[in-house]
Each structure stands twice: as C-alpha cells, then as structure tokens.
C-alpha cells in the first residue's frame, strides 16, 4: 500500500505541478501578447463562434475572449495571490501573538476575530468601495481582511503546540528573545501546515472573488476578471455558451491545479 | 455550567463587536436610509426632516446605543424599507435558511461518509482515483456557476424541478422541501467532496496506528476494525469540519439563494444591505452569529460523545 | 448499537432524499386555474406601500393597479376620469373643478368621499416635512369641498398641465397603516407581501370600471434575471416586462414578445460643474465621438429609438426627431474641439454607473470604447443605486454618469424643468438664462401651440449645447405566455394588468 500511495502523491505532483505552469505560462503571456485588445469592440463579431480568428470566440460587444481571457487570468491570478499575501501576512503575526502569548490578549484577539469571520464580507466590500473607490485593490483588500481570521486560527493552533516542544524551551533556556523564539524557531516548523493554508486560502481567493463578481461588486468593467466575465457570460448561456466555458475552465484549471500541487506537496 | 456560561460572554462579546462593527460600516457607506426612502424626488429639505425624524443626525455611537437598547429589550425595530417589525421578518425568513442549512447537510453526510470509507478501504483503487479526482473537479467550481448549471441540467433539460418557482413553507411543505432539494445539492457538493476527501485520510491515517495492527494480529476481520476502532476515531476531524461547514452554510449561502430565488436570509441581508435598512441587517446578522455559535457549542457536545477523554472544559 | 446506528442512519437519509427528490417529479405544475397569473419583477418592493411615499419605479408600476387619481394615464398618453367623473378647467387653467363619480368604493367597502379626496391633495401638498410629496403641489392655492361631490382646486398660477398632476392615488382618510396595508380604488386590491418572495394582488370585485381581466396576480421576485428563460419556460411565471433582446431571442414560441420602449431618456449625463465639462468645446467633442446606433448594436442587438434631447418619442408633439442629428459622429471633428479646448493631449473623467442597470453599464462600456478613439479615457466607477441616489444625485459630487432619466408625469415640464438653473433636481447643475426664459415662456403659456414652440426650443437648447451626452431611448421586451394576451404599453412606467385576459 505504502508504495502506491508513493506513486499517487507523484501524480498530483506532476498534473498539479503542470496545470499550475500551464496558467502561469497563460498569464505571463498575456502580460506581453494578447491577440486583440482585451477591450476593443466590434459590433460585426457580436457572439462570434470558436474560429482560429477568435480562438475562444467573441463576447457580447464582440470581444476577442481569448484576449480577455488572458487579461482576466492574470487580475484574477493578482487578486488571488494579494488576498492570501494580505490574509497570511497579518494572519501569521496575530496567531502567533495570540498563540505564543495566549491570556487576555488571546482572548480579545480571537473575539475581534470572531467578529470579522461573522462580519458579512459584502458589506466588508461595500465599505471599502464607499471609501476609496472600487477596483480591483479594493477587492484584495476586502478579501485579505476577510481571510485574516481563518490563517489566525491556523496559525495560532500551529504556536499553541509547539510553544512547549523542547526545542522552544532550549532555545528560551539559551536566552532568545520571545519574537526570535517565534519567528525564527517556531515559525518555520509551520510551514508545512501553513503551505497547505495558504493553498487553500488562494482557491478560495478565486473563487470568492467570482463571487464577487456575481454580486457586482468585483473589478469594475471593461477591466476582466475570470470570475466577471463568468458573471457576464451566464446571461447568454444558451446564445454563447462558449463565451461562459473558456473562462469557466480556466478558473476550474486554475484551482484545480493549486490544489492538486497542494495535495502533491503535502505528500511529498 | 461553567462552561455555558462562558460561552456565553464569549458569544454577547463578539456580538457587541460585530454589532458595532456594522454599525460603523453604514456610518461610513455613502448613502442612507433617508434618501434611500425618499428616491428621487427628494428634495434636500425632505432628506434632511427625515434624518432628523429618524435620528440619523446624532452621533454614530449614540446610535448604537438607541440599537442595543431597543435590542435587549426585545425591540428589533421596524424595517425602513419594508416599514415592517423586524422581528417578524427576520423570523419569517428563518425556517427558509435553517431548512435549507439542514438539508444540505444531510445530503453532506451521506454523500462523504461512504464514499469516505469505500475510498479509505480501497485506497488506490482506480475508484478512488476516479473519485479524488471529481471531487477536485468539484470543489474548483465556482458556487454561482454550479447554481446555474443544476438548474440548466436538472431544472431546464430533465425538468426535475421548476427553475425560479420557490413555494413558501407556508403553502406546502413538501413542495417547498422539493424546490430546495436541487439548492441544497449546490450547496452540498463541494463540501460533500472535501468531506470525503479529509475521512479518506484521517481514516488512512488512523489505520496505520498500532492498535489497528493489534487488532489486526488478534485476527479481527477488516470491516469489523473499520467500524469499531478506525471510523470512530477518524470521526474527530470530520465533525470539526462539517460544523465549520454547517457555520459557513448558515452565513454564506447567499449566493444560491440569489441564484435559485429562494427568499432566505442572505436575499434579506443583501437587500438591506442595498437599501441602508441597518435594523434589519443587525437583526440578520445577529441571528446568524446565534446560530453559529449553536453549531459550535453542538460540535463540542458531540466530541464529548464521540469520545469520552474530550471534555469540555 | 453505535455500529447500528452509523449503518442504519444513511440510509433513512437516502430515503427521505428519495422520496423529496421523486415528489419534486410529479408535483410538476399545478393544473392551470381559471385565471391566475405570475408575473416576475427584477426587485422587490422594498419600501412604504403608501402610493404618496413609494418612491421606486418598481413600485409605482405595481401600485398602478391598486390606486387611482381624480383622473389616470391611459395607455395613449391621454388622461381619463377616474375617481372624478368629470372635470372642468376654467380662467384659463388656474381654477379646476372636479365631479366625484358617483359608487366608487375603495377596497374596504368604504366609499369615497370628498373628504378623502381633500385628505389625500392636502396629504401630498403638505410642507411640513420639508417640502411637499408632490413638487408641482406647491402651486396649490386651495383645494376646496363645495358639496358631497364637488371639489375645486385654485392655483396660485395657470398652469394648462396641471390636470396631469391629479393622477396622485386617492386614498381613505381613515387607514392605519397605509405603509403595510394598501388601500386604494384601483382595479386590484392587496392580498399579502413577503418580503423577497412575492407580492399578491386580487380582483376588486366592487370596481367601479371595466373589472380585470385576470382574478388572481403573484408578482415573484426574481432575483437572477439570468436565469429568466429558465424560469419563464419552465413555468414558474408567466410574464416578465423587461427581458434583454437576448433573452426574448431565446424563448421559444410559447411566449409572446411585445416590443416597446422603456420611455426614458438615457444619457450620459455631465456635471456641469466639474471643471472639464464646462467648457462647451469638450461637451460638443463628446457627442461628436459617439455613435447611437452602434451602442444599441451592443447592448440592444440594435433596438432602441436614437434621442437627441431630453424627450421621447411617446410624447409625440413634443419630440424633435430631427435633433438626432445635431451630433453625428465626426472623430475628425470631435479632436480638433478638444484641442480647441487644450485637451489635446487628451483629457480623463470618470462615469459612474448604479450598479443595478446592466442596460447601463454596458452603454458606458461602449462609450469608453468610443471616446478612445478621440485620445479621451474615461473610467467607468460602478456604485449601488443608494449610494448614486446620494453621491450624484443628491450631493451632485460626480463627473459624468449613465442613467435612464424618466417623466414623472405626462407633461414636457416634467422633463424639461429639471435643467432650469433654480430646479432642486437639477442634477446636473445646468445653468443657462436663455433655456430659463424660454421653459418659463412654455410653462406659463395657455396655448398649446405656444407652449409647444417654447418646449421645442428648449430642446434644441438643450441639443446644441451639448447639454448631455444623449444617446436613447430604450427598447422593451415584454415576455408573455400566450395563454394570456391584451398587454398594453404605457407612455409612463406602469404595467397595467388590469388589462391583461386569458387568450382564448
């Protein structure tokens, strides 16, 4: 059993590891070649179908979605990447406070915690966008804060448990600095658990920010992101529905790939 | 008892927080329920009366005051845009949410558990491969999308349900339970595939702990260690995960509802949201925090059950 | 026992789910009632069920049918006798006298009385809280009772349009609640609401006109129009009044598309204050850049009617079709006024768009597109409808923006008078003493023909300022289920149901 479990992990690794630079590739290409202007129009190729002129045909203001795709791919991969940046870096100083020191402290972090995770995050982003206009760094940042509960809780756990292992306390018994002790000593023996947190946390980035758009509250048009022109396409499902596949593959690709990688490393 | 207790302040702690929270949000949002209610043909003289009748003009933390007074009074307030008790509303549309949490629930449950476990016993099977790999395909779905599909596949081309025809708890039961049967599937999918995805291998993992080979070595037979020792151990994490799902399910099933129309709290909190209505988000929300911390405290009385050596503290 | 209970539980689980989903099979539809029908609505009604304070556009087409005015629209434009059978205008439009028709009741059994009908004038004249319900009310000298059915109403000055006001919904001085429990005299009565599901109206059996055609009215909220065919084809309603060209494109030929317009005026509407815009030479390149008929290519598959000012073709004698083609696109042209205007390295703004109007959104789209092509870069900025209400229309802090501007009533004023310097909904914040002059020679006026000149010139005032940025008037697709016919469009933003029968 042992040794075909080994050859499975390889196998995520690989379809993981391959999916992921597929996307990657995608979008750095986009960054310098799209074949059309991701926003120019044209009312003649309205809806127009796959063709080796449209590689994934048109949109509803006759929009090369190739192009778009290739634009949307990249803001949706930023937003995804700045969410869990945010989420993680503010998410790892707080649990560890909050885990190494635990106490009253603690106690008010978690509670302040629990009062972001019942926030409704729709109204976190509304408040956002009535504060400095909406786009797509408000959305990152909406997102980052609403993620920063749940990497606190993760990392928290991860301090709560190693803060009594004996190497901690050798290395208090050698005169470290509580923040040494936290961030050069436990820090790095989360990163296991971390990785996997941040993972996940970039999936969900993704998919919460096609929800967004879904609510009308994502990056603002013509600017594309994956989960707008999602949003955007359902509307013509029967009329183009390849307008609503391509970037619904992508984000499935997109995910899926993350999470096999994450699955991939974790067994590694 | 103890324990209840401090729940409790926990629980009236982040309520206070998060109450405050919103309402600090609305201070900041543009727009309010004054010119909400008077549209456009307010003019500014009309906008102004009414703030001043409302009492939107006196200090956000007065405000709140006025709220959490009325609140623990058992005042909630009347709606500004339905001009309806908040109370009412809200517990109205509760039973809309809660059976819909449930059901798709259930649907979790026994959708993962045996597949769980046949995944577990036949690990590296090409079943299993098979599965793991839907469940990826499954959970890199976006919600919203996975709604309209369901409806496009199920209500549209085998016509098992009517797509938008919600029916009211109140007029028929059954028929309100079927509508939501295809929600509640949405809802359910991904979360069923992670389900399964963690009992795969917290049960691989527990299998390979030393009194599953002293079981083995005193010739018990596969599915009697499973059930006995492994599933019942390997259960820990599963609950720890299907209570984070069911407290996600009661806050963040807004987008299926948006999606099949099913009037429920999301579709009332994103409304008041739009409208400025803050008496009826506070009141959702608090609602939702409630429950919440119900599941929480449930989880933990189960672990109890589960296995003895956890006790509450 | 716990083994039992792991095996036993599923599958009790699988059977419930079972027989759920196979009811879900064969509860199908309910058989079809005599008349009954569900007509679905992009939002809710979320605000007062009191006619004089509903304030959304949503909700005044719904309370058409359950209230009525001395007199109300038809759908011609013209105006009919309601609750009044009769009226008589005299020095020439300052003094109108008004005939109660005799046994009309409201929807409690009640009849109306001339108190009520002073109640509910007086109710909207009001100046107490601020400012009056309905603006054009503060020209009300006095509104009298002379017998049990007579009432005459002065004002201070004629005004010939002022019959169009008296639309204004009668209703019983003696109601509790009239936020939650409407009660009018129209065609329909209040059943029930629930808040994001439904919105229930009956017959009125007692109706003093030609009773409805149809007894039982559900309006459901649908809250993703996308999936409007869906649920138009699978039943769950029946008629929707506003599907995109796509979607009637795809409903199959069990359901009727009646094709008309939304009767308002989409712009893009500037603020004359910002800095930019107020030099004419950037307004006028503006209008130049854009082309009409490609936007409605784009958002429309090419429907919509092309405006070239602020009125529509529903008002017939008013509308200038020939100002359509004051601004044709001219990019050639459009440059060399910017750098007239020393934007010749090009100039930015924003457009802000209420989020709830995808017709709108994807107008400013295009336009962004189109104003590339002359060196200008426009943003466009989504917010909520609330949060438009109160930043671009109350606090008018906005550059430029994309909406549907609609006539209140059935008068040119109620579109024209919004661009006189001193208009509290001058949300633009236009300023010009000609077009002052010439809207206070056309209101004032007795004369039809006079008035009509005078309108005509303030909308070519409008157009050859380059006011705004006008583009159309929307197009409107009705989609209704053949079983029921007798659909009539409105010059105004109504759905009369009234009229709706089964089709037989």
Known sequence: ?268 | MRYAGKKMITMLLTLFAVTLFVFLAFHLISGDPATSMLGTDATPERIAALRQELGLNDPVLVQYGRWAKGFLTGDMGTSYSYRLPVGEMVLDKLPVTVTLTIMAFILIVIISVPMGIYTARHAGGWVDRAIYMVNQVIMAFPPFFAGILITLVFGRIFRLFTPGGYVSYEKSFAGFVSYLFFPALAIALPKAAMAVKLLRSSLISESKLDYVRTAYSRGNATRDVLYKHVLKNALIPLITFLGMALADMIAGSLIIEQVFGIPGLGRILLSAISNRDYPVVMAVIVCIAVLVLLVNMAVDIIYGLVDPRITVE | MKRKGLKGLPMVFVLTTLAIALSGCSGDKKEETSSQITIGIPQDIEESLDPHKAVGAGTEEILFNLFEGLVKPESDGSLIPAVASAYEESEGGRVYTFTLREGVKFHDGSAVTAEDVKYSIDKCADTSNGGPLVEAYSNIESFEIKDASTVVMTLKEADTEFLAYMTTAIIPTANENPDTNPIGTGPYKFVSRSPQENFVVERFEDYWGEPAGIRDVTFRICSNTDSLVMDLEGGSIDMFARVTATQAAELSDRFEILEGTMNLVQAMYLNHEAEIFQDVRVRKALCYAIDPEEIMMMVSDGKGTEIGSSMFPAFGKYYMEELNDTYNQDIEKAKRLLEEAGYANGLSFTITVPSNYQQHIDTAQVLVEQFKAIGVDAKIQLIEWDSWLSDVYQNRDYEATVVGVDASSLTGSSLLRRFTSTAGNNFVNYSNADYDAAFEEGISSTDDARKTKYYKECERILAEDAVNVYIQDLPEFVALNKKYTGYEFYPLYVQDIAKLRLAQ
């Open chain 1, 1 to 268: 059993m042992a040794v075909n479990v080994n050859r499975k992990k390889n196998y995520n690794l690989i379809l993981g590891g391959g999916l992921t630079g597929v996307i990657m590739l995608f979008i750095l290409i986009g960054i310098f070649y799209t074949p059309y202007d991701p926003d120019a129009m044209n009312a003649a190729d309205k809806f127009a179908g796959v063709s080796i002129r449209h590689l994934m045909g048109c949109d509803n203001f006759g929009r090369d979605v190739f192009s778009r795709v290739l634009e949307g791919s990249r803001t949706t991969w930023l937003v995804a990447a700045g969410t869990v940046f945010i989420g993680t870096f503010f998410g790892v100083i707080l649990g560890a406070l909050t885990g190494y020191y635990g106490g009253i402290v603690d106690e008010i972090l978690m509670r302040v915690n629990d009062a972001v995770f019942a926030f409704p995050s729709i109204l976190l982003a509304l408040t956002f966008i009535s504060i400095s206009g909406s786009g797509r760094y408000q959305v990152v940042i909406a997102l980052g804060i609403a993620f920063i509960p749940s990497f606190a809780r993760i990392v928290r756990g991860e301090f709560i448990k190693c803060k009594n292992m004996d190497y901690v306390k050798n290395a208090r018994l050698q005169g470290a600095g509580d923040f040494r002790i936290m961030f050069v000593h436990i820090l790095p023996n989360t990163l296991t658990v971390l990785l996997s947190a941040v993972m996940i946390g970039f999936n969900n980035a993704v998919l919460a920010e096609a929800g967004m758009s879904f609510l009308g509250i994502g990056v603002q048009p013509p600017d594309a992101s994956l989960g707008r022109m999602l949003a955007e396409a359902q509307s013509y499902l029967f009329r183009a529905p390849a307008y609503a596949v391509f970037p619904g593959v992508v984000i499935i690709l997109m995910v899926l790939g993350f999470s096999l990688l994450g699955d991939g490393l974790k067994n590694e």
